[in-house]
């Protein structure tokens, strides 16, 4: 089983499956609506994100508010912030930062 690397129209997705037509169909499952742009089978079998590039410093814990506004927004991010701003009262950037490191976090 490998890892793949599969980019929709609205989302980019980490899975294992035994073959590429197994991971886009795996996608197509969970995400009907969008189109596979991209698939590109990993070439290790982990997915790393460095939280230094994302401009975590020390250790970041789920966001309870922010996870949620990702599940209400299915997973559009730009939804999700405008959900998180009218929740929270916070600014773009503010929210931005907050969907963002919760989608890095494996939302």
């Given at each position: 089983m490998a890892l793949y690397e599969i980019e929709t129209s609205a989302h980019i997705m980490i899975s294992w499956a035994d073959s590429q037509d197994e991971a886009v169909e795996a996608a197509r499952r969970?995400?009907?609506e969008d189109d596979v742009v991209r698939i590109t089978r990993r070439p290790r079998d982990i997915w790393v994100i460095s939280k230094s590039l994302l401009g975590l410093e020390g250790s970041a814990e789920p966001c309870?508010?922010?996870?949620?506004c990702l599940s209400r927004a299915r997973g559009d991010k730009l939804h999700a912030i405008r959900l998180y701003m009218l929740d929270t009262g916070s600014d773009l950037h503010e929210a931005q930062r907050a969907i963002e490191t919760n989608m890095s976090l494996g939302w």
């Open positions: 969970h995400y009907p309870d508010t922010a996870r949620e």
